[in-house]
């Protein structure tokens, strides 16, 4: 069974190819620049070199046309015949209230979205024109939706209400929504598994850390609580989005520089965060590299970052009422033992204590790390998240008619004997040139 992954940005279309049988990636690639000027795909299959691809893509249908004409390429495909696709699924930012899971989708499914699709204007449009694209292309194929909202459907009201005026609530659907679910819920069942406990018996606190960062307070194995809000901006230091700031800051920055509602967003998304405080930085190494060098601002965006992911761990164990572990995911919560280290610095009186040495080389995404000092109460772990995997999994599961809400499904990677070659393979060959990384391996209990 081979399943297409499609994830479509505004101005780019991401992909992968996953051989169900085989559980492996056939390929996997990004086409930017569509719509844009100057496109082009950038194809990897498993075992042979990248290449690029230069092709004006003036909209997301010649984008899917091109992927799909590289699925079959004699020198680059993967497939015979884009017959052997046996489904696509399709990332979408934003479900709103309707969708507690993933969807196959038909008429009323876009027509729903596009309902919503105000909730999410960087975002949602260009799902709903990938997956118009691909169902044009690909039209005797089952289609299915993996929103990132979807996870964060079991908050209660205390924890997604704003104190706002409530017919905004009831008219307008403003409310805490979260994102980064199908990261978040691949992280919560795999600190199940090495934890030794049944899922739905933990409570957790999840980092997603990457250009863009979530917390998400995790209950009895449900989401009861998270950082982002009615958009990806709330919560945490990001990349270039301003996290939590007073909302009377824009109004007066509005005034005094006589910006449009338009610049202000522009301005908290794109224009903030480690870029707005550093000036030039929102890659996480340039910042430390920068720190190192004696940049003041480079080490402020450092300890405000820091801080910042402090104060909601203290806040969501608060929350909680006790944590059985903490668990860092994404890119620079996979790869950035410093962050990590002052982050929790000053826990101990939690029961939070990590182990240096063990935290300096968890640097992999191949392999889930346990960092918790031999003394801690609650355990850290460093667990390297697989959104496709989850994506692929709820595809074959509608195919199959036999998915649900995760709270009754259980996936494969929440077998304790569950192993992912490929990451074995790659932590295999990282272990050759820096053995040390053995120090932090998880171990699954029994």
Not at 191 to 213: E, Q, R, S, T
Not at 279 to 293: I, Q, S, Y
């Amino acid at each position: 069974m081979k399943i297409l992954v499609l994830n479509c940005g505004s101005s780019s279309a991401k992909y992968m190819v996953y051989d169900w049988d085989a559980k492996n990636i056939m390929c996997k690639g990004i086409v930017e620049r569509v719509t844009i000027g100057g496109s082009f795909c950038e194809h990897e299959a498993t075992g042979r070199d990248k290449v690029k691809i230069e092709r004006e893509c003036p909209t997301h249908r010649e984008a899917v046309e091109l992927i799909l004409e590289l699925l079959v390429n004699p020198e680059h495909g993967v497939l015979k015949d884009v017959k052997e696709i046996d489904a696509v699924g399709h990332r979408v930012v934003h479900g709103g209230e309707r969708f507690a899971k993933s969807v196959i989708i038909d008429d009323e499914v876009i027509k729903a979205f596009k309902e919503i699709q105000d909730l999410a204007p960087l975002h949602n449009p260009a799902n709903i024109l990938g997956i118009e694209a691909a169902v044009g292309i690909l039209p005797d194929v089952p289609h299915m939706a993996v929103m990132d909202t979807a996870w964060h459907q079991t908050m209660k009201p205390p924890q997604f209400i704003y104190a706002l005026p409530y017919d905004w609530y009831e008219k307008n659907k403003v409310r805490r929504y979260g994102f980064h679910g199908t990261s978040l819920l691949y992280v919560a069942k795999r600190a199940a598994v090495l934890l030794g406990k049944d899922p739905f018996d933990i409570n957790l606190i999840l980092l997603h850390v990457g250009n863009g960062v979530s917390a998400n307070a995790v209950k009895k194995g449900i989401s009861y609580d998270t950082s982002m809000g009615f958009t990806p901006q709330e919560g945490l230091v990001m990349g270039t989005r301003a996290g939590d700031f007073d909302a009377a800051v824009g109004f007066y920055m509005m005034q005094k520089l006589n910006l449009s509602p338009k610049d202000m967003e522009t301005i908290i998304n794109k224009k903030s965060g480690l870029l707005g405080i550093t000036g030039k930085f929102t890659d996480r190494r340039d910042v430390l590299e920068a720190m190192a060098d004696g940049d003041k601002r480079a080490e402020l965006a450092f300890e405000l970052e820091c801080y910042r992911l402090k104060k909601y761990i203290g806040a969501y164990a608060a929350a909680l009422g006790g944590v059985d572990a903490v668990v860092w995911t994404a890119g620079v919560g996979e790869m950035a033992p410093d962050i990590r280290a002052r982050s929790m610095d000053g826990l101990d009186f939690m029961g939070i204590k990590i182990d240096p040495e063990k935290n300096k080389v968890a640097m992999t995404r191949n392999s889930e790390s346990d960092i918790s000092a031999a003394d801690s109460k609650v355990k850290v772990f460093v667990i390297p998240t697989d959104e496709e995997l989850v994506f692929v999994e709820d595809v074959v599961a509608l195919l199959e008619n036999r998915y649900d809400e995760h709270t009754n499904f259980k996936y494969s990677f929440q077998d304790p004997g569950y192993q992912n070659a490929m990451r074995d393979e790659e932590f295999a060959k990282e272990l050759e040139k820096k053995p040390e990384k053995a120090k932090a391996a998880a171990k699954i209990p029994g």
